[in-house]
């Protein structure tokens, strides 16, 4: 999947076309219908493979390709089925501004905010 990296982020220039590796805590992923600034730049189609509730949140596994991550949002507040977004294509936002990249070969951050 593609999303764009802020136009205020440190000069990546020296990366491109190569490999980084990509960091989001689940707080800074969630779905599309909570999410404040939800655009194509920052908005993934992925399928929910785990909900696990943790307290008043649910934690989704999702995947797409063969990248994995995991998304907060808010549990409902109603009895409902927590297995209902299982398998199922949910569209995700990513908080860009909270991006972390890292270099694959050195583990060193080279986008922390």
């Not at 907060?72 to 909270?98: C, G, P, W």
Request: hydrophobic letters at 40%.
């Amino acid at each position: 999947f593609r999303v764009k990296v802020p136009a205020t982020s440190a000069n990546l220039d020296r990366y491109l076309g190569r490999e980084v590796v990509f960091g989001l805590r689940p707080e800074d992923i969630t779905d599309k219908a909570s999410a404040r600034e939800a655009t194509s730049d920052n908005t993934v189609m992925a399928r929910v493979d785990v909900v696990e509730p943790v307290g008043s949140d649910e934690l989704l596994y999702a995947s797409v390709g063969n990248h994995l991550f995991v998304a907060s949002i808010e549990a409902s507040i109603d009895t409902f089925d927590r297995n209902r977004l299982v398998k199922k294509d949910v569209e995700f936002v990513f908080n860009m501004k909270k991006l972390h990249l890292f270099d694959k070969e050195t583990e060193r951050a080279i986008l922390n905010p």
